[in-house]
């Protein structure tokens, strides 16, 4: 059974900080995505990687991929609240279906 | 704006009750897909489906049952609801572009919260 942990569970820290949240498994996985969500809504795809070192940016998150394609790291430059919500990694199992992390809360406060 | 739509933002069931998660999408998918989403747990999956009338079992099927009679639309049934099936459920879709997931992208519902007492 593929498997993904997440860390750090939770994460609160002040409107302007940097941070890094990590996706982590012993699985290879054929891609890697990240999706938020946001309290009451579902989850909204934030970046897919399919190549092991791949590096995506979008706006102040930054994503990467890991050589071995068994991890990925989301890096976000001075947080805002805007950015507050689970952030929920998905790896791909090489057919149609994705397992899912536990996810890590990030509050970031004004 | 396309989308997928859940029939129920929220629902209180009583320990026994039939209950009916319905979920519709617009985007004329492939794929569907039903979730249950807890504390520490992510998001596991119950049942999804590649086509009409075709289903397979998720990671979690039991105590649950799906139908798919139509393209667009996806149901989730709990035959007997049990107090330990309080959960959140989320509905996703996607195309299904082949053999590679990472051309796959989840769109989700809003999500159901069921209250089993």
């Known amino acids: 059974t593929q498997l993904l942990e997440q860390s750090p569970q939770f994460l609160s820290i002040q409107e302007g900080e940097n941070l890094t949240v990590y996706c982590n498994s012993s699985s290879v996985f054929s891609s890697l995505q990240w999706y938020r969500q946001e309290p009451g809504e579902g989850p909204v795809l934030l970046v897919t990687?399919?190549?092991?070192?791949e590096v995506k940016k979008l706006k102040r998150l930054t994503f990467q991929f890991g050589d071995a394609r068994k991890d990925s790291s989301l890096h976000i430059t001075a947080a805002q609240p805007g950015d507050t919500g689970l952030y929920l990694c998905a790896g791909g199992d090489y057919g149609q279906n994705f397992v899912f992390g536990p996810g890590t809360r990030l509050s970031v406060l004004p | 704006d396309v989308k997928v739509t859940q029939s129920s933002r929220y629902l209180v069931k009583r320990t026994g009750e039939k209950v009916f998660l319905e979920c519709v999408q617009d985007?004329?998918?492939?794929?569907m897909f039903w979730y249950r989403q807890d504390p520490g747990l992510g998001l596991r999956l119950i049942y999804f489906?590649?086509?009409?009338?075709?289903?397979e079992k998720g990671d979690i099927p039991e105590g649950y049952s799906v139908s798919r009679e139509k393209k667009e639309r996806f149901s989730l049934i709990l035959e007997s609801a049990s107090t330990n099936q309080t959960s959140m459920y989320l509905c996703?879709?996607?195309?299904?572009?082949?053999?590679?997931?990472?051309?796959?992208?989840?769109?989700f519902g809003a999500g159901s919260r069921l209250t089993v007492l």
């Open positions: 489906s590649y086509d009409v009338k075709m289903k």
């Open positions: 985007m004329d998918h492939e794929n």
């Open positions: 996703a879709s996607s195309q299904g572009t082949g053999i590679l997931s990472g051309a796959n992208v989840l769109t």
């Open positions: 990687v399919v190549t092991g070192g």
